[in-house]
């Protein structure tokens, strides 16, 4: 039974990401995500395809098939059956040649044309990821999304407000944003366990809590700062720029959804 406490569930959700993107893998139901960013993600090359490979099912957004193409091919990838093409391309094609849309229809994906203005084409393919996996009877409980986070500013924000959005469908499925050398999800209200690798605790790797959507009263262990029933807000505090006391998990616990960010360069 999950008791409450001050209207947070005593149940604890782990977060294990670094350990599942490098190696883990292999063990788990998820799926890979590639949005129209660059892919700079600076792991060795074959464990980023590898990622692909396993993926129970893979998609590309609008213009990051070309991004996801490009990067294939910057690392001496064939796009024939050595690779598997994208299960699923979503979007509103705006940024898509169509020939390269005709390449991978081609090779067996299915094109999906959403183009509703009112939402990105981001929290479209969730949408749609969520459709195809009850339509086929496909178990995922991850996501990987490949989303570098430089660049334009409002599409930052939009894909953090697309975190908040995929609760509303997605319910407790886990949805990581990776970028170059940063991996941010969102911690629902309640509590959470973060595993932090030796090599992110021994560099002191900067981490932070955001409360992007609304005020949250955080309590945390396992940082250097920690908090205790301290409230984040804008305007107030926002506890950016955090590292690790040396412990190799942290816990937090939130009264309503707060952004996790952490780098990770020292693991790759």
Known sequence: MILKMNNIDCHESLWTPCEDILRNFYEKNYAVVVLNCRIDLNVDHRKLLNLWTKAKL????????????????????????????????????????????????????????????????????LRELKTHCEQNLIEVDTVFVLADTSGRFDQIIANINTLYKASEFLGDKKIYQIASN???????????????????????????????????????????????????NFGGMVSTSNTYSGEPYVTVSTDRPLLWSMGIEAIL
């Open 58 to 125: 893979r998609i590309t957004v609008d213009g990051g098939t070309r991004r996801w193409l490009k990067w294939l091919e910057a690392h001496e990838y064939e796009t024939n059956n050595t690779v598997k093409p994208p299960d699923l391309i979503t979007g509103d094609m705006d940024s898509l040649p169509p020939h390269l849309l005709s390449f991978f229809e081609e090779k067996g994906s299915k094109v999906i044309r959403t183009p509703d203005q009112n939402q990105t084409d981001f929290t479209k393919a």
């Open 182 to 232: 940063s991996i941010s999800w969102l911690l629902q209200a309640g509590n959470h366990r973060i595993s932090i690798p030796e090599n992110l605790r021994r560099d002191k790797e900067w981490c932070a809590l955001i409360p992007m959507g609304a005020p949250c009263i955080v309590t945390t262990t396992g940082l250097k700062w920690n908090l205790d029933k301290s409230t984040l």
